[in-house]
């Protein structure tokens, strides 16, 4: 790249003033073992760098070296990014509140994936706050400007790091009327960053979520059927008796469609116990290879785990990422999704009890909050 004087001027002018985005656009947060960048578009995390186990810093979540990239990819996989003003699915584009019922988009066969058109993930927020340490991106979403969403929402993510841990802080209000709201950071991951040279796959990452011991049974659309099955120890979707690896039910014949028609492994909703320790870790994600591992600790009560079925292979990861020498395509199973939030689809399902969970109006307020603390195995 060739620097014109009027960018030396602004990056002489940014050494003293307040610090702004970099010539991608991306503002950067640092401390203590971790750097993490994040774009406006859609409020997204890119680059995520923790050490592992051999002091080698890896950028462990999915994104494009290219920021430009995200606004126009086609397959838009919402790379951690935040969904809204409804995350994940609607069943049948149908809800009701107060005897008034409301049809959004269908996107995603017979049901609303991410509360459809003109979702949150597809616009450009605002930053109204930046610091070395902590970034806070608004947005201010119109009525039916999403289909079938009533009433103007206003909403923030604060993103905060501190020694080796990501924050993650959302707050949400409806202004006028009851609207639907669920919101998740739908963040994706590779903790070997895919330079582990031999193998790219997920499988082989292992994940614990001790409280995880219900499922939220699902059709072949995955949309939730109401059904909240109790898992046994060792059945398919049991990650709480023990750490297990991803792929540890890989040679269950039900592995091939557990995620819906074409869909192997998974990409369902796991509820946590009412009565856990919230102040606990509820979700460990760890790689043997890189030694890396991730602890979630969350406010919310479910957490979406998708494993990355869909991925074409087309794709490839960032320049920050893979082995010098390989080619750089992302395969099918490459990385997983992990989205704490409510659960799915619960507007629809009032035997559930999550309604004042999932629907807000005015004078009431909507709040999420999670984090990530990084080290090694
Ligand atoms: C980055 O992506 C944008 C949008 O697709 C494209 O116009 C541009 O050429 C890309 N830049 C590079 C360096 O690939
Ligand atoms: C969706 O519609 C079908 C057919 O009308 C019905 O059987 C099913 O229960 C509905 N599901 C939800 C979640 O509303
Ligand atoms: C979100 O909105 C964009 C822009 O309107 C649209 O192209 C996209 O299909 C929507 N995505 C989903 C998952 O609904
Ligand atoms: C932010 O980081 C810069 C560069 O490291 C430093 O000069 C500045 O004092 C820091 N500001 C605060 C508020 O910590
Ligand atoms: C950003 O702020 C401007 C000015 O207040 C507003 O017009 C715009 O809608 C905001 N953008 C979003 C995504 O909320
Ligand atoms: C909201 O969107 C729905 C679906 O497109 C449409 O039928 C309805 O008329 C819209 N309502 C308003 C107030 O624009
Ligand atoms: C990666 O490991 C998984 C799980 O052991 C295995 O199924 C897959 O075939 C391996 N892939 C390669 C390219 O070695
Ligand atoms: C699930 O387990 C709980 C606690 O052990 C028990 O009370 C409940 O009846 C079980 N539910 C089903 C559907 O088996
Ligand atoms: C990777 O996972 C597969 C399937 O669970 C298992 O058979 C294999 O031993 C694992 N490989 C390593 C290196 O742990």
Not at 61 to 81: C, E, I, K, R
Not at 142 to 152: E, L, V
Not at 271 to 295: H, M
Request: charged share 20%; aromatic share 12%; with cysteine.
């Amino acid at each position: 790249m060739r620097y014109s004087f009027a960018m030396l001027a602004a990056a002489a002018a940014s050494a003293t003033a307040a610090p702004g985005p970099d010539a991608d656009g991306k503002y950067t947060l640092t401390a203590p073992g971790i750097k993490a960048q994040f774009i406006p578009y859609a409020a997204t995390l890119t680059n995520l760098f923790v050490k592992d186990k051999d002091g080698v810093e890896r950028d462990i979540v999915l994104g494009y070296t290219n920021t430009s990239y995200y606004p126009v990819d086609p397959g838009h996989p919402v790379y951690n990014a935040i969904p809204g003003r409804y995350v994940n699915r609607i069943g049948n584009g149908t809800y009701t509140i107060d005897g008034v019922t409301y049809h959004t988009q269908l996107n995603d066969g017979p049901n609303t994936l991410h509360s459809g058109t003109n979702n949150w993930s597809f616009r450009t927020w605002n930053v109204t706050k930046f610091g070395n340490d902590s970034i806070t991106f608004a947005i201010y979403d119109k009525a039916n400007s999403s289909q079938g969403m009533p009433g103007d929402v206003e909403a923030s993510v604060t993103y905060s790091v501190s020694a080796n841990t990501w924050k993650i802080s959302m707050d949400a209000k409806s202004l006028d009327v009851k609207s639907p709201l669920m919101l998740t950071q739908h963040t994706y991951f590779q903790l070997d960053a895919f330079a582990n040279p031999e193998n790219r796959t997920i499988w082989n990452h292992t994940l614990y979520a001790p409280s995880a011991k219900r499922a939220l049974v699902a059709d072949q659309n995955a949309l939730p059927t109401g059904v909240i099955a109790n898992i046994s120890k060792d059945a398919i979707d049991d990650f709480w008796s023990a750490p297990h690896e991803l792929g540890f039910a890989s040679g269950n014949a039900e592995f091939e469609n557990h995620c819906g028609n074409g869909c192997h492994g998974y990409n369902g909703a796991l509820a946590f116990d009412d009565e856990r320790n919230k102040q606990e870790v509820a979700l460990t994600l760890s790689s043997e290879w890189s030694g890396i591992k991730a602890d979630l600790r969350t406010d919310q009560d479910a957490v979406v785990l998708y494993t990355c079925n869909w991925n074409d292979g087309k794709t490839e990861f960032k320049d920050t990422q893979g082995v010098e020498g390989q080619d750089k395509f992302i395969p099918r199973d490459g990385c997983i999704a992990i989205e704490a939030q409510d659960y799915v689809d619960g507007i629809n399902h009032p035997e559930w009890g999550r309604l004042e969970k999932q629907i807000f109006g005015p004078g009431q307020k909507y709040h999420w909050e999670s984090s990530w603390e990084f080290g090694t195995i």
